[in-house]
C-alpha cells in the first residue's frame, strides 16, 4: 500500500505542477485540489482499496472488482451537481460537426483490424475479450475524459479558447496524466519511467480528448479505447 500511495502522489504532484505552470496564475486552486483528489479516489477504487477488498470474480485474472468500483464511484461523481452528467460526456446524443472525428475513428479501427488479424496469435479466451472489450474504456474514459476533464478544466479557468483543436491545457494535462498511469511507478523505494509506454499511451490519449470534445460524449472515446484493448483478442 505505501507504494502505491506514493505512486499516485508523484502522479497528482506532477499534474498540479504543470497545472499550475499552464494556469500562467489562473488557476483556480479549488478545482484543481478536486481534481488531485479524483485522482486519488480513482487510485483507491481500482485498486480494491489498495487490496483490502476480496476481487468479485476470485478466478479471473483480470481487474473486474476494482474497474466496477471505481466506474460506480464515478458515476456518482458525474452526477453530482458541481459536475452534471451531460457536462461529463454522459450523453449518447453526438454533437454538431462530430463526423469528422467519427470518420477517423472508422479508419484507425480498420487499421486496428488489419494489424490484430495480421499479428495475432490465436483468439483468447471469453473472460479476457470480455474484459478488455468493456472495462478499460468504460471506466478509463469515464475518469480521464470525464470527470478528470472537467475538473482540469474548471481548474484552469474553463480552459478558455480551448486551443490545439479543442483539447485545450485541461486535455493535455489529462492525457498525461493517463500516460502516466501507464509509465511512471514506485516500487520498493525507487522510481521508475518508461518513455515508450509514456508515448505509447499519453499521444492517443490526446486523440481520444480530440474525439471526446468534438462529439461532446464519452461514446466515441469509449468505443474507441476498447476497440484498441480488444481488436488484438480476437485474433
Given at each position: 500500500m505505501h507504494d502505491a500511495l506514493v505512486e499516485i502522489a508523484i502522479h497528482a504532484g506532477l499534474v498540479g505542477l504543470l497545472a499550475l505552470v499552464a494556469g500562467r496564475g489562473r488557476v483556480r486552486p479549488g478545482w484543481l485540489a478536486i481534481a488531485l483528489a479524483l485522482m486519488l479516489l480513482r487510485d483507491?477504487?481500482?485498486?480494491r482499496g489498495y487490496g483490502q477488498l476480496p476481487p468479485w470474480v476470485p478466478d479471473s485474472r483480470w481487474n473486474w472488482t476494482g474497474k466496477l468500483l471505481a466506474a460506480g464511484g464515478l458515476l456518482?461523481?458525474?452526477?453530482?451537481?458541481?459536475?452534471?452528467?451531460?457536462?461529463?460526456?454522459?450523453?449518447l446524443?453526438?454533437?454538431?460537426?462530430?463526423?469528422?472525428?467519427?470518420?477517423?475513428?472508422?479508419?484507425?479501427?480498420?487499421?486496428?483490424?488489419a494489424l490484430a488479424a495480421w499479428t495475432g496469435g490465436g483468439r483468447d479466451d471469453v473472460d479476457t475479450i470480455a474484459f478488455q472489450w468493456t472495462m478499460p474504456g468504460?471506466?478509463?474514459?469515464?475518469?480521464?475524459?470525464?470527470v478528470?476533464?472537467?475538473?482540469?478544466q474548471r481548474a484552469l479557468g474553463g480552459d478558455e479558447g480551448r486551443p490545439w483543436g479543442g483539447i485545450g491545457g485541461a486535455?493535455?494535462?489529462s492525457s498525461v496524466a493517463f500516460g502516466l498511469g501507464h509509465a511512471l511507478f514506485w516500487r520498493d523505494g525507487?522510481?521508475?519511467f518508461d518513455a515508450l509506454a509514456f508515448a505509447l499511451t499519453g499521444i492517443p490519449a490526446l486523440l481520444l480528448v480530440w474525439f471526446r470534445v468534438r462529439t461532446g460524449s464519452?461514446?466515441?472515446?469509449?468505443?474507441?479505447?476498447n476497440v484498441a484493448n480488444g481488436a488484438s483478442t480476437l485474433f
Open positions: 483507491v477504487l481500482v485498486t456518482v461523481v458525474a452526477w453530482l451537481p458541481a459536475f452534471g452528467a451531460r457536462r461529463c460526456g454522459l450523453v446524443r453526438q454533437a454538431a460537426g462530430s463526423a469528422p472525428a467519427w470518420w477517423v475513428f472508422s479508419g484507425l479501427a480498420i487499421a486496428l483490424f468504460v471506466e478509463e474514459e469515464l475518469f480521464y475524459r470525464g478528470l476533464l472537467l475538473a482540469l486535455g493535455v494535462l525507487g522510481l521508475s464519452l461514446v466515441l472515446p469509449v468505443l474507441a479505447h
